[in-house]
Each structure stands twice: as structure tokens, then as C-alpha cells.
């Protein structure tokens, strides 16, 4: 993977605690490693804890708030799952707001295992495909959308994974979709950024 593919890149990762550690912590290194610059975003200041399999494991730094992210501080968004974290983020009013920015301006989003569920609650994914944990399908169904059983599947900016299981596939889909947004912002005219 080139080292550079991604530099100038800014990516937002929106957990709270309860996530999918593996699923937070995979893909961020996948980004920093291709030279994005990932800020790991929370409603809560402090840190928050991530989760293996339901078990406690690590805690990480939050490095800003909800609260005080614009959503023109970043080109792209990574939600990873986890069941508990998912299901707490969706309810947040600026998660919701924060997806809903992104999709409107037609910045590239990640989203893996249960974090659709934030993409449901944000009124997103009428008429789009997704893929998910299959435990939420019916949610997915349920709003509008399509939903296959895929490691990573592709719908405009939004890219959605099963499991950690499915990493590797949607780590390198990540990336091929975060480098198309990053090119394309790249060979805009300055004055139409």
C-alpha cells in the first residue's frame, strides 16, 4: 500500500464507548499507514473504552467532541460497530447531523459490523445497498434500503462491512474509496473548494 496515497486526507472517527476496538483500530492504522490524519471523535470528553467481543479491552484518548466538530474540519468518516457503541451513537443528535453533512456533501463514509444503525437513525440509506452484521438487517430493510451479504459493499460514497472478519476487504475498499474522494478534491479549481 502506498505510504502516501491518503497524505492530506483528514478522516473522523465517531465512536463512544463499547466499540468494536479491532474495528476502530484496524482501519485507522490501515489510514495512517496510507498518510491520512485520523481524529478519534466522541460525545463525551476523556477517553473511551473499546470492546473484544463484548469484553472490556483498551481505552483510547478522545481528541475532540461531537460538539465541536464541523464537518468541514474533515473529508471522510469511519464508524467502526460494536453493538453497544452503535446502538448509544445512533441516538446522538450530532452523530446523526454530522453523517447527514457528509452524505449531503458526498464525502466518503466507512461504516462496519453494527454502526448502520447510525446511518438508519440519520435517514440515509433509502434506496442505497448496504451490507451489515446480520443481526441488523431488518433495520436496514426496514428504512428503505437494500441489504446483501457482502464482506464490503459500494453505494456512492458509502461503503459498509459485515464483521471484523470482513476487515481486510473493507480496509482496502476504504482506502480506494478515500483516495478517489482526496484525487477529486485535488483537481477541483481552489476557488470552487
Not at 47 to 71: N, S, W
Not at 140 to 145: K, L, M, P
Not at 150 to 158: E, K, M, Q, Y
Request: aromatic share 4%; glycine share 6%.
Amino acid at each position: 500500500m502506498d505510504s502516501d496515497r491518503l497524505t492530506g486526507l483528514r478522516v473522523a472517527i465517531v465512536v463512544t464507548d463499547g466499540f468494536e476496538q479491532i474495528e476502530m483500530v484496524d482501519p485507522r492504522n490501515a489510514l495512517e499507514t496510507a498518510g491520512a490524519e485520523t481524529t478519534l471523535i466522541a460525545p463525551k470528553p476523556g477517553e473511551v473504552q473499546g470492546v473484544k467481543h463484548g469484553e472490556k479491552a483498551d481505552t483510547f484518548t478522545v481528541q475532540r467532541t461531537l460538539a465541536e466538530v464541523d464537518p468541514d474540519d474533515f473529508d471522510a468518516l469511519l464508524l467502526p460497530g460494536g453493538a453497544l457503541n452503535s446502538d448509544k451513537i445512533r441516538v446522538e443528535q450530532k452523530a446523526q447531523a454530522l453523517v447527514r453533512a457528509f452524505d449531503q456533501a458526498g464525502k466518503p463514509m466507512a461504516v462496519i459490523c453494527h454502526a448502520p444503525w447510525l446511518l438508519v437513525s440519520s435517514g440515509i440509506v433509502k434506496g442505497r445497498t448496504l451490507t451489515s452484521y446480520h443481526t441488523i438487517q431488518d433495520d436496514i430493510r426496514n428504512a428503505g434500503a437494500t441489504w446483501v451479504d457482502r464482506p464490503a459493499v459500494r453505494d456512492r460514497n458509502l461503503l459498509t462491512s459485515r464483521k471484523p472478519a470482513d476487515l481486510e476487504a473493507f480496509d482496502a475498499a476504504m482506502i480506494d474509496l478515500f483516495a478517489e474522494a482526496l484525487t477529486g478534491a485535488r483537481e477541483q479549481p481552489a476557488s470552487s473548494r
